[in-house]
């Protein structure tokens, strides 16, 4: 059964980096886009960032530019989200989910994805 796996989230203190990853089992994601959620305590999941199924564009919400890099290795199977400068907002269970043949990220709260990951715990505190 194809399924995404997320890996890399742990405590961390403010200010500090963190690279979470997502793996296809069963699925090759050459052919996806593949988007980062987040949910925190008490909140609604929220978009974090993007990359189109080529790797040749990503796209990052407002909260995390600058901070986040998004990027896909179709050898390894796996999306990276590299996040720096980590803040105490920036805590929340993680998610990547995956969508095929997307180009342009710019909308990517708003597609119909076919595979969602378990989620990774991201905590940021001293």
């Known amino acids: 059964q194809a399924q995404l796996v997320e890996s890399g989230g742990g405590l961390v203190e403010p200010g500090g980096s963190l690279t979470l990853t997502c793996t296809g089992l069963?699925?090759?994601?050459?052919?996806?886009?593949v988007s980062w959620f987040r949910q925190a305590p008490g909140k609604e999941r929220e978009g974090v960032s993007c990359?189109?199924?080529?790797?040749?564009?990503?796209y990052h919400v407002d909260s995390v530019k600058s901070r986040f890099i998004v990027s896909k290795d179709n050898a390894k199977n796996t999306v990276y989200l590299r996040m720096s400068n980590l803040k105490s907002e920036d805590t929340a269970v993680y998610y990547c989910?995956?969508?095929?043949?997307?180009?342009?990220?710019?909308?990517?709260?708003?597609?119909?994805?076919?595979?969602w990951g378990q989620g990774t715990e991201v905590i940021v505190s001293s």
């Open positions: 069963g699925v090759s994601l050459e052919s996806y886009a």
């Open positions: 990359v189109n199924y080529r790797d040749t564009s990503s």
């Open positions: 989910a995956a969508v095929q043949k997307v180009i342009y990220c710019k909308d990517f709260e708003t597609f119909d994805y076919a595979f």
